[in-house]
């Protein structure tokens, strides 16, 4: 059996712990390829046009999958504790994908808990539902739980390295799956990195931390990306240079949280750039162009 992997949404949090639990089960796995113009219009014909950006590009990733593979890895990601959920697309996940696709098997987990051993039982029951023993599963989640927190550590590295950087320094607030897709938050960060500033990112600090610095800017918010992001914000504000707030749309959720930035953020540059399937790159340097020449003239002053 091989399992497939799209590159997208949670992938961009949790794709090195998939991909080394399933190396170190001996399961073959491939992943998708980095999202392109082709997948976005794939995804677009399979969804709603009321879907939200990231969801036309996942399910464009599990329709250039759903043919070189035996089945589709669809996690569900429901809570993070009290107080702690990730958005509705990723509880529904793996019932849109079966309603959207005929005749496709899929395999996933259920993350509904922010314990750790809550976490290592669902990848066993993940193993023991691809024919691996508990034994051989305890082993692969341990492993493949190192590698990934290797990987949010380099991360963390490159962006305390990003906050050393001389010239202007931005922000980009966004969820993983936009921020590290390269068609949407890649195509932002190589602009800013063009125009002469240096992206930095929300693991640039500890997101546990980010959490809890969330509570200076919203008590009842309980969207996991969008507390890190706004507790990135509350961190980098004698950090950073100014924020852009990096959208999807239509993302609900986003949109509630970018207005209490907007509302309760002071003497920091922000922005607001909304990415759709439109979008052009023109019009995106235009805007960058401008925040930054304000922010140059802002540090000119200072």
């Known amino acids: ?21 399933f190396e170190a089960l001996n399961i073959p796995y491939i992943v998708s390829g980095e999202t392109n113009r082709h997948i976005l219009e794939t995804g677009t014909k399979y969804t709603e046009s009321e879907s939200c950006l990231p969801l036309k590009l996942y399910m464009g990733h599990v329709a250039s999958l759903k043919e070189r593979c035996d089945s589709i890895f669809v996690p569900r990601l429901t809570h993070m504790g009290r107080q702690e959920e990730f958005c509705v697309r990723f509880w529904g996940l793996p019932d849109m994908v079966h309603n959207t696709f005929d005749q496709i098997n899929t395999h996933g987990y259920t993350l509904q ?20 023993p508990a034994s051989a599963s305890a082993r692969a989640y341990r492993l493949a739980l190192t590698r990934q927190k290797e990987k949010d550590f380099r991360r963390f590295s490159h962006g305390r390295a990003a906050l050393r950087a001389r010239n202007p320094k931005i922000l980009l607030a966004a969820n993983p799956y936009v921020a590290y897709d390269p068609t949407l938050g890649g195509t932002i960060g190589k602009l800013i990195t063009q125009l002469g ?19 200076q800017i919203s008590t009842n918010l309980y969207w996991t990306f969008q507390r890190e992001a706004l507790g990135a914000i509350h961190l980098a504000r004698e950090q950073v240079d100014g924020v852009i707030l990096l959208t999807a749309f239509p993302c ?25 399937e439109h979008q052009g ?15 140059a003239s802002r540090r000119a002053r200072q």
Not at 197 to 215: E, G, I, Y
Not at 257 to 264: D, K, Q
Not at 281 to 295: A, K, N, V, Y
């Open 1 to 21: 059996m091989t399992i497939g992997i799209p590159r997208a949404l949670a992938y961009h949090r949790y794709g090195t712990l998939w991909e080394t639990f």
């Open 113 to 132: 808990s922010k314990y750790p051993a809550m976490q290592k039982l669902a990848f066993l029951k993940l193993g023991l539902s691809l024919g691996r």
């Open 197 to 215: 500033a240096t992206p930095v990112f929300a693991d640039a600090w500890n997101l546990t931390d980010c959490k809890a610095a969330s509570r």
């Open 252 to 276: 609900g959720s986003d949109c509630l949280a970018n207005e209490l930035v907007l509302r309760r953020v002071d003497n920091l540059p922000i922005i607001q750039i909304l990415l759709d």
């Open 281 to 295: 790159s023109e019009g995106l340097r235009t805007r960058i162009e401008s925040f930054l020449d304000m922010i």
